[in-house]
Antibody
């Protein structure tokens, strides 16, 4: 079973850029069948889709975050990345990466990584 | 932007009960609707996609129905493991949007 693993700093200062990496356990990251998403969840709240990247590098973002988000991919390393700029306390959340498919949406998720924005 | 609204926000039920959660879209989304289950401290798990197709490995007591703007998730006979939070999600070529979630509690 394919696995995803998020990694990155657990603490980011306000106004700085949050950077996370998701490592994919198999070669499906290179398959045109899938896309690769980031989702976040503040403690005790609901899920918010951040955006996605295709193996080609094409992206789609949540309009509410679009100004601050960049998602990229390096299939040769089996990794994709999230950068969120100008963070505030409102960006404190659990961040998940997930594999997506046009037909069945997000079928494999990482365990998540907690990011706290605080000085 | 398409908005997804779930009801109820909280649902209390007992083992063996049949429960239904509703998800409404602010405009027609055809069948591009998924349901997820999230247990405390865990990542969401895909249950149903395309409104009514059961993901592989998901018990048959879970079912989904609906089209257009109104969708339902039904659990036919609640098991102890089912108490969790459930989310609907619209997915499309441009974006994904989650509902706010329905917490299923033990009565």
């Amino acid at each position: 079973q394919m696995q995803l693993q998020e990694s990155g700093p657990g603490l980011v200062k306000p106004s700085q850029t949050l950077s996370l990496t998701c490592t994919v356990s198999d070669d499906s990251i290179s398959s045109g069948r899938y896309y690769w998403s980031w989702i976040r969840q503040p403690a005790g709240k609901g899920l918010e889709w951040i955006g996605r990247v295709y193996p080609s590098g094409s992206t789609n973002y949540n309009p509410s975050l679009k100004r601050r988000v960049t998602i990229s991919i390096d299939a040769s390393k089996k990794q994709f990345f999230l950068k969120l700029s100008s963070v505030t306390a409102a960006d404190t959340a659990m961040y998940y990466c997930a594999r997506g498919h046009a037909l069945y949406s997000l079928d494999v998720w990482g365990h998540g990584t907690t990011v706290t924005v605080s000085s | 932007d398409i908005q997804m609204t779930q009801s109820p926000s909280t649902l209390s039920a007992s083992v063996g009960d049949r429960v239904t959660i509703t998800c409404r879209a602010s405009q027609t989304i055809n069948n591009w609707l998924a349901w997820y289950q999230q247990r405390p401290g865990k990542a969401p798990k895909l249950l149903i996609y395309e409104a009514s197709t059961l993901q592989s490995g998901v018990p048959s007591r879970f079912s989904g129905s609906g089209s257009g703007t109104e969708f339902t998730l039904t659990i036919s006979s609640l098991q102890p493991d089912d108490f969790a939070t459930f989310y609907c999600q619209h997915y499309s070529g441009l974006s994904h949007t989650f509902g706010q979630g329905t917490k299923l509690e033990i009565k």
